[in-house]
């Protein structure tokens, strides 16, 4: 059972399962069983039977349920998002509003994640930072809080996905792949989900008294064939999740790298917008399609390449800071080293590449 336990603590960490706790504490009922069987003492044998019993339990339980995320899991899922750069230093601190000088629309990202609204849309030329500013708020702390107080001081739960049309995996920039990642997502930081959406999967500890040999038989849970099977499943873990008074943010980048129609996206997202519970992060290129399809009149929405111009005056003065021809050039020539950051600037029209 030892060796088990080791094997379900290392798979726990590849798959960030939230049972590391569990899982520990496990470990030590094992350890703690091992001594009392030294000890010698037979008037401990019966609680000891009944631990080691209920330890099998719960091992069988977190065993199936890796399983199950295993089998949602997709090759190269996260490469998109491996892939994007981190932020230089001191860009995009205008998302939660604290940049001097700069007039951000809505004041800041913050206040809808704090609002009853349950979509922000981010919109931005090809390489004005969309995805990096998507990034930026997936990983950041303040993010994390102002979830927190939406969802009444409860964690919520974050999920996101990166489409990304040049990769070679269908599942990396087609809906399937994208609800099949957010359920995984879900499912791992809130793994009791996977019980009450797989309702017959209850009777399997009871059944198997943790047996790997008796469990690697069964045909657990696997990712639906079709779009609406997913959005259904979705739909019925999210409701699930609200019941239990957990609530979900989920950030969607590159609407316009999806492998189908822009309309067929701008449908998806109208029907997350009704699942309980939801709040929804989306960006993409300004086309008519998602212009038309989210509204103008959506108060949440920026427009990157209104806002990144001063984000990209700190990355253009930085670098050549570090630059011994600019330095040259600007001691040679005072005074024109200014107009030729104020030139890139202007020619960048709010975009990094």
């Avoid at 049972?19 to 010698?40: H, N, Y």
């Avoid at 099998?56 to 977190?62: F, I, V």
Wanted: glycine share 6%; proline share 3%; net charge neutral.
């Amino acid at each position: 059972m030892s060796q088990r336990f080791t094997k379900l603590e290392h798979q726990n960490k590849i798959l960030e399962e939230s049972r590391t706790s569990e899982i520990q504490r496990l470990i030590e009922a094992v350890d703690d069983l091992r001594e009392s069987l030294k000890s010698g003492d037979h008037r401990a044998r019966a609680n000891d039977a009944l631990l080691l019993l209920s330890v099998a339990k719960d091992e069988a339980r977190y065993t199936v349920e890796q399983r199950v995320l295993n089998n949602f899991r997709f090759h190269r899922m996260d490469d998109r998002y491996s892939n994007i750069a981190k932020p230089h230093k001191n860009t995009f601190t205008w998302a939660f509003g604290t940049q001097e000088g700069v007039d951000v629309p809505l004041s800041s990202i913050a206040k809808w994640f704090l609002s009853d609204s349950d979509l922000f849309r981010v919109s931005g030329k090809p390489a004005s930072g969309k995805s990096t500013l998507m990034k930026y708020l997936y990983n950041h702390k303040k993010t994390k809080d102002a979830l927190r107080s939406w969802a009444a001081e409860k964690p919520a739960i974050l999920a996101g996905f990166f489409f990304w049309y040049a990769a070679k995996d269908s599942l990396q920039k087609s809906q399937q792949g994208l609800l099949r990642s957010l359920l995984y997502q879900i499912f791992r930081q809130s793994p009791d989900a996977i019980w009450n959406v797989f309702s017959d999967l209850v009777k399997l500890p009871q059944q198997n008294h943790g047996s790997n040999l008796q469990l690697a038989s069964l045909q657990l849970p696997t990712p639906p064939g079709t779009v609406r099977e997913h959005i259904d499943l979705l739909q019925s873990v999210c409701t699930w999740l609200s019941k239990s008074g957990q609530r979900c943010c989920f950030f969607i980048d590159g609407l316009d790298e999806y492998e189908g129609r822009p309309s067929d996206m701008v449908r998806l997202i109208h029907t997350l917008q009704t699942i309980p519970g939801v709040k929804l992060c989306i960006t993409s290129r300004p086309w008519n399609e998602f212009e038309e399809g989210f509204g103008k009149r959506n108060t949440y929405k920026l427009y990157m390449h209104d806002l990144t111009r001063d984000d990209i005056r700190v990355y253009v003065r930085e670098e050549f800071a570090g630059d011994e021809n600019y330095q040259a050039f600007e001691a040679r020539e005072n005074g024109a080293g200014a107009e030729l950051i104020q030139e890139i600037i202007d020619s960048a029209q709010g975009v990094f590449l």
